[in-house]
């Protein structure tokens, strides 16, 4: 059986980090449901393993590019698993050990140095334990730790993979 393309795996990655992102913005602007700032760290996270899957896929690189492509992957996705298991952790505790809520997103960029911001974002807050809507029984934290290792491994298999003609000492 002949493998795929690694630039058709680029694509196919791409494609199915957009359709992520489209069930997230469902999700907020038809569902309703307001993104807590684990979220929003999450949908960096996907965002830039899209982004990093469309330029791999313009720019067809060869061994070299498609493994430093992946290991871009690999950080952007192990970047959606830690902050998609800290909001499963978050959804474990009892309420009086939630962190306190934080404003608004906008208020904090006009308010908070960046460097404030994203720690205070990457440590999550009550609203991020919150479980509005569920899936077969999975919340949106678990389901995207699955997406998240999905992309992981995919980003594995780029970077592992063996080339055609490439042959191993035996």
């Not at 038809?30 to 760290?41: K, M």
């Not at 996907?46 to 992957?73: D, K, S």
């Not at 309420?95 to 440590?123: G, N, R, V």
Request: glycine residues 6%.
């Amino acid at each position: 059986m002949q493998r795929p393309a690694t630039r058709t795996v680029f694509l196919l990655a791409f494609v199915a980090a957009l359709g992520l992102i489209g069930a997230a913005l469902y999700l907020e602007h038809v569902v309703g449901l307001e993104p807590c700032p684990l979220c929003h760290v999450q949908r960096f996270a996907v965002v830039l393993f899209a982004a990093l899957c469309l330029l791999a896929t313009l720019q067809n690189p060869q061994v070299l590019g498609q493994r430093i492509y992946a290991v871009f992957m690999l950080l952007a996705a192990s970047l959606g698993i830690a902050t998609a298991s800290r909001q499963i952790w978050l959804q474990g505790l009892p309420e009086d050990q939630l962190p306190s809520c934080l404003p608004p997103l906008e208020f904090m960029l006009e308010a908070f140095p960046l460097q404030e911001i994203i720690t205070k974002m990457l440590h999550g807050t009550a609203d991020c334990a919150a479980v509005d809507w569920t899936l077969l029984g999975l919340n949106i934290a678990q389901l995207n730790v699955m997406s998240f290792s999905a992309m992981l491994l995919l980003s594995l298999y780029v970077l592992l993979r063996k080339q055609p003609g490439t042959t191993t000492a035996g």
